[in-house]
């Protein structure tokens, strides 16, 4: 039980890694803990059916951070791209497909009335967006304490809000808490336009058109374009190769990284963090641990409500972490036929979403824990862009699916209303029909397929409620209330443990900057964190 | 409850038959939704009854709380400030607990009971506090404050009224003791304990015997001047004793609305009551803050010059305001002036001068005077008969 390291990161998610390296950067000397046998956590490539494989949980990278690519080296350390800036295509059943690049729309149906609105909206939103995009790249400032740096961060955010000009700010305040549905209302005509961007405000949310917060659920979305990305990006290799890079890159800078080693608690002694506990009973002692496990697992899982006061045991107990989005991996012997959609645009992002109450229907489900029996869909077939992934001439199709809830009556495997079916069957079943609606004879195509519920996620990427972004990224947990009051500023109610996951200002997606913030707040902290 | 004119939507303690039979004066008030008497006959005769025979007080509204399970001791020590481990079974402590900004939300008395089997008694409602400490301990909790009838037994010869009741043995309990004695096939649990800073007991009863119990004690206690004492004068017996009321002389934590009302339990003289050396406990990392960095008040008991009880009173040093009394009372046994105050620091200190600004009024003419008063170490009134084991005849 020797103190060989100055940190202990719980965790090589892309966030723990990230961290881990800017520490390490700064001299101190990072040992990484992690569960799984390879990096990169929810980047992950997984084989699910044999010569098929796939990025498991998170499938597109859109907003990792460019600061972080850089300083990192991730390039040189691995990274290529299959694919950048891909289009959002939204399906249509009959082939008229809506298509949207960025600022560019291609659409028949399109009125010149929606053109010129989704100019205006564009813009304006693209503005706000940027504004957020600064007030992610540092820490959040607390409110209460007059610290001069939380001072300086607010009076940046005031500021900017200033510097958006009069109109944008009192129309920034004015839709950032509404929803989606009405503002799409405001702006647009076509069903197709209004559903697409619909669907990017209630990714991996809790959430329909209509709840309030998704406009901030869209704008979270549009961080992207300041980071360098104009739609989506697909990573050679999957995006385990990404988690690869990044564990790459950390080695490289002196981080030591254990796979396979399960962390079963975090210890403390007299009241502070001094290391971790393995499953293997092996107990490793660090001046600092930080967690990128997301804050439930971090605190009653690790630490253990009985070893942290009350009130931060009851905010761990109440923050919202359900996930509802369930991933479907579907081996093909060939490529898929869309209706009307040639085979360049088979490697774009394909999104089913036909409106926005529909959307708002398959959200319905998920509040009474059962499953959308139309879902919407958020489908890649990666293996257009990076045919590695299939044996040759095959494919793999990978689609996000909304809505799933965590925990359907009597468990996924249990018997759903269609005789002989689980639910995991039988929601498989109807995703795979909501495809052929699509794509007809898909289903003569499929050779395996592999659905992966909150709760699979929750398993195999250990983050609790099986949520991608940890923790709800709703308007009462973000910020300085992100995990939640009280453990702000990546630091937590346990002196010496931070966070530096998703959990952790500014959340999930893969971008790094919760843990970049992290490492930096630990290291402007220096010996008094 | 039948409808008619003396319908209340006050509630009614097991002894409230005998209670409203005795309370001549009618002067009611209330406690936790609980109808309780004010005074009986004379508050001061009942005050006296305390401090020279024996006084019974009906402590039912108390809120009581069984916390059991593998974790009962565990939960409780992570949820107070005093080292649990250390009160044994058959004994009760006194306590405070803190939220996490290590500020008092309440105090109140733990029995322990048997082994991991514990009572708590609250001045606020806790229930729910209770069972978010519970999150990620194996207890069970459970509100028995209406399960759980209580009198307080105070004065020189209460444990002469008790033994005469048939209490055998109880002149051997020490005090912040407990034990059990049948009576009429219920368990009575007798603690030696009280709110009086005297020798006293608390009867603890299932409700279905508390007529029956009441009517023994006053038959037991005749011969020793028993008499029923209301709110009132446990109030000047607390003050003169140098007791905190909840509520009165702190605001609890989670009730104060105001951000800087609350206090922790240094700011209230109650350091003695927390362990620092606890690993975890609500409201350490806070309180270890405010060991390095000091108080924001002192807690002081004040010997206030003339007789004039120094109710609210600023207290002033060279002129001006450094604090403020919340209970005050001249205390007849101790023949003291006797006031609580909230100071800030760093007055308070042990024989300091200060002035309190009193107003007090005589037939409808307000008076204000300035007296002088010095902060003392001890409470006023502290017997060797509410230690003595055996207590001895009075």
């Given at each position: 039980?020797?103190?060989?390291?100055?940190?202990?990161?719980?965790?090589?998610?892309?966030?723990?890694?990230?961290?881990?390296?800017?520490?390490?950067?700064?001299?101190?000397?990072?040992?990484?803990?992690?569960?799984?046998?390879?990096?990169?956590?929810?980047?992950?490539?997984?084989?699910?059916?044999?010569?098929?494989?796939?990025?498991?949980?998170?499938?597109?990278?859109?907003?990792?951070?460019?600061?972080?690519?850089?300083?990192?080296?991730?390039?040189?350390?691995?990274?290529?791209?299959?694919?950048?800036?891909?289009?959002?295509?939204?399906?249509?059943?009959?082939?008229?497909?809506?298509?949207?690049?960025?600022?560019?729309?291609?659409?028949?149906?399109?009125?010149g009335d929606d053109r010129e609105a989704w100019r205006a909206f564009h813009d304006r939103t693209g503005r706000y967006a940027r504004l957020l995009a600064r007030v992610f790249?540092?820490?959040?400032?607390?409110?209460?304490?007059?610290?001069?740096?939380?001072?300086?961060?607010?009076?940046?955010?005031?500021?900017?809000?200033?510097?958006?000009?009069?109109?944008?700010?009192?129309?920034?305040?004015?839709?950032?808490?509404?929803?989606?549905?009405?503002?799409?209302?405001?702006?647009?005509?076509?069903?197709?336009?209004?559903?697409?961007?619909?669907?990017?405000?209630?990714?991996?949310?809790?959430?329909?058109?209509?709840?309030?917060?998704?406009?901030?659920?869209?704008?979270?979305?549009?961080?992207?374009?300041?980071?360098?990305?104009?739609?989506?990006?697909?990573?050679?290799?999957?995006?385990?190769?990404?988690?690869?890079?990044?564990?790459?890159?950390?080695?490289?800078?002196?981080?030591?990284?254990?796979?396979?080693?399960?962390?079963?608690?975090?210890?403390?002694?007299?009241?502070?963090?001094?290391?971790?506990?393995?499953?293997?009973?092996?107990?490793?002692?660090?001046?600092?641990?930080?967690?990128?496990?997301?804050?439930?697992?971090?605190?009653?899982?690790?630490?253990?409500?009985?070893?942290?006061?009350?009130?931060?045991?009851?905010?761990?107990?109440?923050?919202?972490?359900?996930?509802?989005?369930?991933?479907?991996?579907?081996?093909?012997?060939?490529?898929?036929?869309?209706?009307?959609?040639?085979?360049?645009?088979?490697?774009?992002?394909?999104?089913?979403?036909?409106?926005?109450?529909?959307?708002?229907?398959?959200?319905?489900?998920?509040?009474?824990?059962?499953?959308?029996?139309?879902?919407?869909?958020?489908?890649?077939?990666?293996?257009?862009?990076?045919?590695?992934?299939?044996?040759?001439?095959?494919?793999?199709?990978?689609?996000?699916?909304?809505?799933?809830?965590?925990?359907?009556?009597?468990?996924?495997?249990?018997?759903?209303?269609?005789?002989?079916?689980?639910?995991?069957?039988?929601?498989?079943?109807?995703?795979?029909?909501?495809?052929?609606?699509?794509?007809?004879?898909?289903?003569?195509?499929?050779?395996?397929?592999?659905?992966?519920?909150?709760?699979?996620?929750?398993?195999?990427?250990?983050?609790?409620?099986?949520?991608?972004?940890?923790?709800?990224?709703?308007?009462?947990?973000?910020?300085?209330?992100?995990?939640?009051?009280?453990?702000?500023?990546?630091?937590?109610?346990?002196?010496?443990?931070?966070?530096?996951?998703?959990?952790?200002?500014?959340?999930?997606?893969?971008?790094?900057?919760?843990?970049?913030?992290?490492?930096?707040?630990?290291?402007?902290?220096?010996?008094?964190? | 409850?039948?409808?008619?004119?003396?319908?209340?939507?006050?509630?009614?303690?097991?002894?409230?038959?005998?209670?409203?039979?005795?309370?001549?004066?009618?002067?009611?008030?209330?406690?936790?939704?609980?109808?309780?008497?004010?005074?009986?006959?004379?508050?001061?005769?009942?005050?006296?009854?305390?401090?020279?025979?024996?006084?019974?007080?009906?402590?039912?509204?108390?809120?009581?709380?069984?916390?059991?399970?593998?974790?009962?001791?565990?939960?409780?020590?992570?949820?107070?400030?005093?080292?649990?481990?250390?009160?044994?079974?058959?004994?009760?402590?006194?306590?405070?607990?803190?939220?996490?900004?290590?500020?008092?939300?309440?105090?109140?008395?733990?029995?322990?009971?048997?082994?991991?089997?514990?009572?708590?008694?609250?001045?606020?409602?806790?229930?729910?506090?209770?069972?978010?400490?519970?999150?990620?301990?194996?207890?069970?909790?459970?509100?028995?404050?209406?399960?759980?009838?209580?009198?307080?037994?105070?004065?020189?010869?209460?444990?002469?009224?008790?033994?005469?009741?048939?209490?055998?043995?109880?002149?051997?309990?020490?005090?912040?003791?407990?034990?059990?004695?049948?009576?009429?096939?219920?368990?009575?649990?007798?603690?030696?304990?009280?709110?009086?800073?005297?020798?006293?007991?608390?009867?603890?009863?299932?409700?279905?015997?508390?007529?029956?119990?009441?009517?023994?004690?006053?038959?037991?206690?005749?011969?020793?001047?028993?008499?029923?004492?209301?709110?009132?004068?446990?109030?000047?017996?607390?003050?003169?004793?140098?007791?905190?009321?909840?509520?009165?002389?702190?605001?609890?934590?989670?009730?104060?609305?105001?951000?800087?009302?609350?206090?922790?339990?240094?700011?209230?003289?109650?350091?003695?009551?927390?362990?620092?050396?606890?690993?975890?406990?609500?409201?350490?990392?806070?309180?270890?803050?405010?060991?390095?960095?000091?108080?924001?008040?002192?807690?002081?008991?004040?010997?206030?010059?003339?007789?004039?009880?120094?109710?609210?009173?600023?207290?002033?040093?060279?002129?001006?305001?450094?604090?403020?009394?919340?209970?005050?009372?001249?205390?007849?046994?101790?023949?003291?002036?006797?006031?609580?105050?909230?100071?800030?620091?760093?007055?308070?200190?042990?024989?300091?001068?200060?002035?309190?600004?009193?107003?007090?009024?005589?037939?409808?003419?307000?008076?204000?005077?300035?007296?002088?008063?010095?902060?003392?170490?001890?409470?006023?009134?502290?017997?060797?008969?509410?230690?003595?084991?055996?207590?001895?005849?009075?």
């Amino acid at each position: 039980m020797t103190e060989r390291h100055d940190v202990i990161v719980v965790g090589a998610g892309h966030n723990g890694l990230v961290c881990a390296s800017y520490l390490a950067r700064a001299g101190r000397k990072v040992l990484v803990v992690e569960a799984g046998d390879s990096p990169g956590g929810a980047a992950a490539t997984r084989e699910f059916a044999p010569g098929y494989s796939v990025s498991g949980c998170a499938q597109w990278v859109y907003q990792l951070h460019p600061g972080v690519s850089r300083d990192l080296e991730l390039e040189r350390h691995g990274l290529q791209w299959a694919a950048r800036d891909l289009a959002s295509v939204l399906l249509d059943s009959r082939g008229c497909h809506l298509t949207l690049s960025g600022a560019l729309i291609e659409s028949d149906q399109l009125s010149g009335d929606d053109r010129e609105a989704w100019r205006a909206f564009h813009d304006r939103t693209g503005r706000y967006a940027r504004l957020l995009a600064r007030v992610f790249e540092s820490r959040p400032p607390k409110l209460v304490e007059s610290n001069l740096a939380d001072r300086l961060t607010l009076l940046r955010l005031g500021l900017g809000l200033k510097l958006l000009g009069r109109d944008d700010m009192s129309d920034l305040m004015r839709i950032v808490l509404t929803n989606m549905y009405d503002l799409m209302e405001e702006y647009f005509d076509s069903p197709q336009l209004k559903a697409v961007l619909s669907f990017d405000s209630v990714l991996g949310a809790r959430m329909g058109p209509r709840t309030p917060g998704t406009v901030f659920g869209y704008l979270y979305r549009r961080l992207g374009e300041n980071f360098g990305y104009n739609g989506v990006a697909q990573v050679k290799g999957g995006m385990g190769a990404l988690g690869q890079a990044m564990a790459a890159s950390a080695r490289v800078r002196g981080v030591e990284l254990r796979l396979g080693c399960r962390v079963s608690s975090i210890d403390s002694v007299d009241g502070r963090a001094a290391g971790v506990t393995l499953a293997s009973g092996e107990q490793l002692r660090a001046a600092l641990v930080v967690s990128s496990a997301d804050p439930v697992t971090t605190f009653k899982g690790l630490v253990g409500f009985r070893h942290m006061e009350t009130g931060m045991a009851r905010r761990v107990s109440q923050v919202r972490c359900e996930g509802i989005a369930a991933r479907l991996h579907l081996a093909l012997d060939g490529l898929p036929r869309f209706t009307g959609l040639d085979g360049a645009r088979l490697g774009q992002r394909l999104v089913i979403a036909p409106d926005m109450n529909y959307l708002e229907r398959a959200f319905n489900a998920v509040k009474y824990r059962e499953y959308s029996p139309h879902p919407a869909l958020d489908i890649s077939i990666p293996t257009v862009n990076d045919p590695a992934g299939a044996p040759a001439g095959c494919h793999v199709l990978s689609a996000i699916v909304q809505f799933a809830p965590y925990g359907p009556p009597g468990g996924w495997d249990g018997p759903s209303a269609v005789a002989g079916l689980s639910h995991r069957e039988h929601f498989t079943a109807l995703v795979l029909d909501k495809i052929a609606e699509y794509a007809p004879g898909i289903k003569e195509q499929v050779v395996a397929s592999q659905l992966l519920t909150p709760v699979d996620l929750e398993r195999d990427y250990g983050m609790t409620g099986g949520h991608w972004h940890h923790l709800e990224l709703s308007l009462d947990q973000v910020m300085m209330m992100r995990p939640f009051p009280g453990a702000t500023q990546y630091a937590s109610g346990l002196d010496g443990l931070y966070l530096c996951g998703a959990g952790a200002h500014p959340g999930g997606g893969v971008m790094g900057l919760a843990g970049k913030n992290a490492a930096r707040e630990i290291l402007r902290r220096g010996a008094a964190a | 409850m039948k409808a008619g004119s003396d319908a209340t939507m006050m509630l009614r303690t097991p002894f409230h038959a005998r209670v409203a039979a005795a309370c001549e004066l009618n002067d009611w008030g209330t406690w936790k939704g609980y109808t309780t008497p004010r005074a009986y006959t004379d508050m001061e005769l009942e005050y006296f009854a305390i401090r020279s025979t024996a006084g019974v007080f009906d402590l039912s509204p108390m809120n009581k709380y069984r916390i059991t399970g593998p974790d009962a001791q565990a939960c409780l020590n992570r949820m107070v400030t005093r080292d649990v481990s250390r009160i044994g079974v058959g004994r009760v402590g006194y306590t405070v607990w803190c939220n996490d900004a290590g500020q008092v939300m309440d105090d109140g008395t733990l029995f322990h009971l048997g082994e991991n089997d514990y009572r708590l008694c609250a001045f606020a409602r806790a229930i729910d506090w209770l069972h978010w400490c519970a999150l990620g301990f194996d207890v069970s909790i459970v509100d028995e404050s209406d399960e759980v009838a209580a009198l307080a037994v105070q004065g020189p010869t209460s444990c002469a009224t008790l033994l005469a009741m048939g209490l055998e043995g109880l002149e051997q309990l020490k005090p912040f003791g407990l034990t059990h004695f049948s009576f009429e096939g219920e368990t009575l649990m007798v603690s030696r304990t009280g709110f009086t800073g005297d020798l006293g007991y608390e009867l603890w009863i299932a409700p279905r015997q508390a007529e029956l119990l009441w009517d023994r004690l006053f038959a037991a206690g005749e011969p020793y001047l028993i008499k029923p004492f209301g709110s009132d004068a446990l109030d000047l017996a607390r003050i003169e004793a140098g007791f905190l009321q909840a509520g009165v002389d702190f605001v609890p934590a989670e009730s104060a609305v105001r951000s800087g009302r609350s206090r922790s339990p240094f700011e209230l003289g109650l350091a003695w009551l927390v362990s620092m050396d606890k690993p975890v406990f609500n409201g350490r990392r806070a309180l270890q803050r405010e060991q390095a960095q000091g108080s924001r008040y002192r807690f002081a008991l004040l010997d206030v010059d003339g007789n004039k009880p120094a109710h609210h009173s600023f207290i002033l040093s060279r002129g001006g305001k450094v604090g403020t009394v919340t209970s005050a009372a001249w205390c007849p046994t101790a023949k003291s002036n006797v006031a609580f105050a909230q100071l800030e620091m760093p007055h308070g200190a042990v024989g300091e001068e200060l002035v309190a600004e009193i107003y007090y009024q005589r037939e409808l003419q307000w008076t204000r005077v300035l007296a002088p008063c010095r902060v003392i170490g001890s409470p006023v009134f502290n017997p060797p008969r509410r230690r003595a084991v055996p207590p001895g005849a009075f």
